[in-house]
């Protein structure tokens, strides 16, 4: 009996181990293209650099907080200032991103099939590898924000751990995503439904949810946002004013009107109407284009709609906090844009895909329960998730291709 449990765990191990390798591949394949700096990284990898090769931390290189940046910085210090290092961080909090994913939708729903889906439909969502192979601050943030959301369920769902513990580690969680970028604090809107709905339903325990609330959630991620900002004074030996300065120009990042041609409103995000051109060069020589293009999976994207109106009308049978989780992590990333009048680009809609992946998960169950044919159709949909990311592969990762090849793939004029 014993030497079964161990055979089950090593078993195990090696598949874990064969899915990291077969990610960190995929993922990983030619980090180092471009060797020079591409769209943010102008901004945001010019800045760890600074920090780490000339300790100053200059005032108007970009408008977020600077906690990836001394992240960076401290990776830079370690590998030197190579293209692959400042795009390290980002590559290993995407990774991290895809298991986080997949413990989630086991903490809500406590079916692994389900969660296999989830985290198999981001894995291989073009947006997803695009996000985690440039030096920008998204997917850390997003890693920071599901770990809070993760800490928050503990006691919400099941009550694993004590309301105290709970709340304090998905309150510093929550810092370090507001001291990555400021949208982490979208987040907040689905703590403050769920903790809307608790307390008028728990009474009696109304006045230490509040208080804990305050402190956790509300002060501790105050504290820490701020924290970060004070290296710039201590660590870097600039002034008080600096420190100011900086949080400042965050708040003028938020209120940024300025147009920019890859601009898109936020209603056209499903629909990928507008894609962004991460990096794009062709070689007049040769024919030979390299381009990095952030778009979605088509396959994914445009069932969107369907997926989240296949859990919206499950939420309306059941009103199980499952569905409404998934819905308030959507929406709760997705529609504060509209009430936002800074320019937009398409990859704000990075933070609602983990719930939209867990919508389509949902919808894939419960095709795949449909007798045989169900199975047979989602086993098709999902190769074709994976067909799709294949035939754009070239075009998420800057590998040489031929302006015909290119071409095949420009499907909408707008996506040239």
């Known amino acids: 009996m014993e030497t079964c449990l161990n055979k089950k765990k090593i078993a195990r191990f090696a598949v874990i181990a064969l899915i990291a390798i077969l990610l960190v591949t995929l993922y990983g394949y030619r980090l180092y293209f471009p060797s020079e700096r591409y769209f943010d990284e102008v901004y945001h990898a010019k800045r760890a650099s600074q920090l780490a090769l000339e300790h100053q931390f200059n ?14 910085a401290f990776c830079i210090s370690f590998f030197g200032d190579h293209s692959w290092v400042w795009r390290i961080p980002s590559m290993v909090c995407g990774l991290l991103v895809v298991f986080l994913i997949f413990l989630l939708t086991v903490k809500i729903f406590k079916n692994y099939f389900l969660a296999f889906l989830a985290s198999f439909l981001f894995t291989f969502d073009c947006m997803s590898i695009t996000q985690a192979r440039i030096g920008m601050l998204n997917s850390m943030m ?28 998905s309150g510093i969680f929550l810092g370090l995503g507001l001291a990555t970028k400021m949208v982490a604090s979208y987040q907040l ?21 509040l208080w804990n609330t305050l402190l956790y959630l509300i002060l501790v991620p105050i504290v820490i946002y701020l924290g970060t900002y004070l290296f710039i004074a201590v660590l870097y030996k600039n002034s008080w004013t600096d420190f100011l300065f900086h949080l ?7 209120v940024l009107t300025k147009g920019h041609h890859y601009g898109s409103p936020w209603w056209s995000w499903p629909l990928m109407t507008r894609p962004i051109w991460y990096f794009f060069e062709r070689h007049k020589e ?14 994914i994207f445009w069932i969107i709609p369907l997926s989240i109106g296949h859990v ?32 937009k680009y398409f990859h704000f809609f990075y933070t609602a895909m ?28 999902l190769f074709l998730v994976v067909s799709l ?3 754009w592969y070239p075009l998420l990762t800057g590998f040489p291709i031929t302006y015909k090849y290119y071409r095949q793939h420009m499907w909408f004029r707008s996506w040239i």
Not at 66 to 71: A, D, G, M, R, V
Not at 159 to 166: D, H, L
Not at 248 to 254: A, D, F, N, S
Request: aromatic share 22%.
């Open 189 to 209: 809107i689905v703590y403050g439904i769920v903790l809307g709905v608790y307390l008028v339903k728990s009474r009696k325990d109304f006045l230490p949810t």
């Open 312 to 343: 919206i009308w499950k939420f309306i049978q059941k009103r199980t906090w499952a569905y409404g989780l998934i819905l308030l992590g959507f929406f709760g990333q997705w529609l504060p844009w509209v009430f936002v009048s800074r320019i």
């Open 248 to 254: 400042y120009y965050g708040y003028k990042g938020l």
């Open 389 to 391: 990311f294949i035939y």
């Open 142 to 169: 997003i890693m920071f924000m599901l770990l809070s959301l993760y800490c928050f369920l503990q006691f919400f769902l099941d009550k694993t751990w004590p309301r105290e513990k709970a709340f304090l580690l």
């Open 354 to 381: 983990p719930f939209a992946c867990m919508s389509m998960a949902v919808l894939l169950l419960w095709v795949w329960q449909m007798k045989k044919w169900g199975k047979v159709v989602v086993i098709a949909y």
């Open 59 to 72: 005032r108007e290189v970009t408008i977020h907080p600077p906690l990836w940046h001394f992240i960076s």
């Open 286 to 299: 040769t024919g030979i284009v390299n381009g990095i293009l952030c778009l979605g999976n088509q396959a």
